[in-house]
């Protein structure tokens, strides 16, 4: 899906939603949810392709694919964070949306936990 089209589809989501809103509709929070739900599964037909390149350039490079893995969680766990986070702010729900954000930075410190491990050991070799 090119991105001429996601852009038509929130502008289509977004105009119904702010006619249902209009009309005092409680439909036009969940015409702007499925919106976002809509695109963001488009966006993760994309990520396939992203994940194709990372895996060819473990090929290319001598590094342990673990490193390759911890960063790919990192991002999926980044955007995943952000988008349900907006997703609750646009509902109202602003409270939820910064704990989820929260929870996201807690995921990412404990995923790369083994980064700073290996970092701080080639820190103690080098000086030590």
Request: proline share 2%.
């Amino acid at each position: 899906m090119t991105m001429l089209k996601i852009g038509c589809l929130g502008i289509a989501g977004v105009l119904c939603a702010l006619l249902l809103k209009e009309m005092k509709s409680p439909f036009a929070v969940f015409i702007s949810l499925g919106t976002c739900v809509l695109i963001a599964f488009f966006g993760l037909w994309r990520l396939d392709y992203v994940v194709g390149i990372v895996k060819d350039m473990e090929q290319y490079l001598s590094l342990d694919t673990g490193w390759f893995e911890i960063l790919l969680k990192i991002t999926g766990i980044t955007y995943l964070a952000d988008f349900a986070a907006n997703m609750c702010r646009d509902a109202g729900y602003s409270a939820i949306g910064v704990e989820i954000e929260i929870f996201g930075k807690i995921s990412i410190l404990a995923i790369s936990s083994p980064v700073i491990l290996a970092l701080v050991e080639t820190i103690r070799s080098f000086f030590g």
